[in-house]
C-alpha cells in the first residue's frame, strides 16, 4: 500500500510541474513572425553568389552541408535561414572562391564557434565520451541484463 501511494505522488507531482511549464509558456500570436529574415543585402548577396566554377560552387555547397548553424542547431547552414547562418555561408563560399581548402574554412569556423558547428565532432579527448558513450550504456545495460538472467535462472 505505501508503495502504490508514493508512486501517485509522484505522478501528481509530474502532472503538476507540466502543467506549470505549459502555463508558463507565452502564447506566440497568429501574426507573430518566428522567423526573422536577414536584410534583402545580405540575402541576395548570398543567393547570388558566383563561382568561378561549378566544382568550387558544389564544394562550398557540400562544406556548408557539413557545417552546423549555431543559432538553429539542428540544422547545416544550407537548411537554415538565420541571419548567422546566411553570414557564415558566404564566408563558406568568399573562403572556396578565394581558393583556400576544406581544412582551412573547417578550422575558421572551430576557432570562431568551437567544434559545435561539426556535424562529426572529431575525437579527441574533451569527446572522448561522445564517441565511447553508446558503447558504455551497451556494455551497461547488456551487464544488467545478464545479471537478471542469471538471478532469474538461480530461483
Known amino acids: 500500500m505505501g508503495k502504490e501511494v508514493i508512486c501517485r505522488v509522484k505522478l501528481l507531482l509530474v502532472v503538476i510541474s507540466m502543467y506549470l511549464l505549459v502555463a508558463s509558456v507565452p502564447a506566440v500570436a497568429k501574426t507573430d513572425q518566428i522567423f526573422v529574415a536577414a536584410d534583402a543585402e ?3 548577396s548570398v543567393e547570388t553568389f558566383q563561382f568561378r566554377s561549378r566544382a568550387e560552387q558544389r564544394r562550398a555547397i557540400e562544406l556548408s552541408r557539413r557545417l552546423r548553424c549555431p543559432q538553429c542547431q539542428n540544422q547545416n547552414l ?6 548567422v547562418a546566411k553570414d557564415l555561408r558566404l564566408k ?3 573562403m572556396v572562391n578565394a581558393g583556400e581548402s576544406d581544412d582551412d574554412v573547417i578550422e575558421y569556423m ?3 564557434f568551437g567544434d559545435f558547428v561539426l ?4 575525437l579527441n579527448p574533451q569527446t572522448y565520451l561522445l564517441w565511447g558513450g553508446p558503447f558504455l550504456l551497451l556494455g551497461l545495460f547488456g551487464s544488467i541484463i545478464w545479471v ?3 538471478r532469474q535462472k538461480r530461483n
Do not use: A
Open 78 to 83: 544550407i537548411e537554415s535561414n538565420s541571419p
Open 42 to 44: 545580405l540575402v541576395e
Open 148 to 150: 537478471t538472467i542469471r
Open 92 to 94: 563558406v563560399y568568399h
Open 110 to 112: 572551430t576557432s570562431r
Open 119 to 122: 556535424y562529426k565532432p572529431r
